[in-house]
């Protein structure tokens, strides 16, 4: 399951979960790097939230909260771990929160090797989307 993580305690945990938040940066070749996530997440404007293993922190998530004009979203901005198919599916606890945030739903970007229609972008993500 993954638990959320308070931002008093983002410092404490950083260090553990760097290694995923560095992977995760590099694929967007310059948008963001580690310390603007940390700094939204000890700003409140970002959540962070770990899977454990027998091993450690095997797997995170950050979120944040996006109002829509019309809609709010939790937005899963990064997912990144080991052994996928461990934690891939317990996703449950982050709708759970959403939903007690107020949210409409959760939406994700994730990689994907399709998107033909559009031959000069190169396709890095597809948007994934949950109403409740």
């Known amino acids: ?6 931002h008093t305690d983002i410092d404490a945990v ?14 967007m070749r310059g948008r963001m790097y580690p310390e ?7 700003d409140r404007a970002m959540q962070l939230w770990t899977f454990r293993d027998v091993h450690g ?3 995170i998530c950050v979120t944040e909260i996006i109002n829509y004009p019309q809609k709010k979203y939790c937005r899963i901005f990064i997912g990144s771990g ?3 198919k461990d934690w891939q599916n ?6 759970n929160w959403a939903q007690s945030e107020g949210c409409d739903g959760v939406e994700s970007m994730a990689r994907m090797g399709w998107g033909k ?10 948007v994934l989307e949950k109403e409740f």
């Open 36 to 42: 603007d996530i940390k700094k939204f997440l000890n």
């Open 14 to 27: 950083w260090d553990e979960v760097l290694p995923w938040v560095e992977l995760a940066c590099k694929r």
């Open 117 to 126: 229609i559009f031959d000069d972008y190169k396709q890095t993500h597809i």
């Open 82 to 84: 080991r052994n996928r």
């Open 57 to 59: 922190v095997a797997a």
């Open 90 to 95: 317990h996703r449950k606890t982050i709708e």
């Open 1 to 6: 399951m993954f638990t959320g993580i308070p």
